[in-house]
Structure formats: C-alpha cells, structure tokens
C-alpha cells in the first residue's frame, strides 16, 4: 500500500490526481481514498488559518502560543497529522504565526 504522504507529496508535485496516482503506480480507488485524506488536510489548513486570525490580534507571540495551545488541546491527532502533513510538503496559504505554532507543537512532541 502507498503510504499517505508519498501520495499527498506526488499530488503537491503534480497537481492532478491522476498523474499522482500514477507517479505513485497506484489504482483509482486507492485515489479516491486518498482523497478523504486530502479533504482533511484542506478542513484542517482551513482551520488553523481561522484559529491564527482570531489569535493574531493580540500580536505575534500571543498568537503563536494561542495557536498551538487550541490545536494541542483541540483537535484530534488525525487532524494534527493531516496539518504536519501539509507543512511538511510546503504548508502553502499558513501564515507565519500558524507556521510557528505548528513548527513550535513538532519541536514539543520531538523524542529528547
């Protein structure tokens, strides 16, 4: 089975998901399940830029820590993984204080 996020990183790179489904030599159906996966990711940019806007306001270090403090709290971890995800492949459309809450919350659960 293709994993997860030489998928989404095929689909970054090509921008269309029958060309990453076969840059991955994968079938059809295993892209539209894929694409379950995808749909997360854009829920969950999506929230982590509403959640950076609601925090920004009390200025970059508030709202870095608003940020990551919400997503470590709130959300599940298929929801974290899904944004780790999109980070990890670019994170294009996270502003700089979502990028740094995310990047702050990787460093946290980093093995010591």
Not at 10 to 27: I, N, P, T
Request: hydrophobic share 50%; net charge positive; glycine share 6%.
């Amino acid at each position: 089975m293709i994993d997860r996020l030489e998928f989404i990183l095929a689909l970054a790179r090509e921008e269309h998901f029958g060309r990453a489904a076969e840059a991955c030599r994968v079938s059809q159906p295993t892209v539209a399940r894929l694409t379950a996966i995808t749909r997360a990711i854009k829920a969950s940019v999506y929230m982590a830029i509403q959640i950076g806007e609601f925090f920004a306001s009390r200025g970059p270090d508030e709202a870095v820590a608003g940020t990551a403090n919400h997503i470590k709290k709130f959300w599940d971890p298929r929801m974290r993984a899904a944004i780790f995800a999109h980070l990890a492949t670019g994170g294009v459309g996270l502003d700089a204080n979502v990028r740094s809450a995310l990047e702050t919350l990787q460093k946290e659960a980093a093995p010591t």
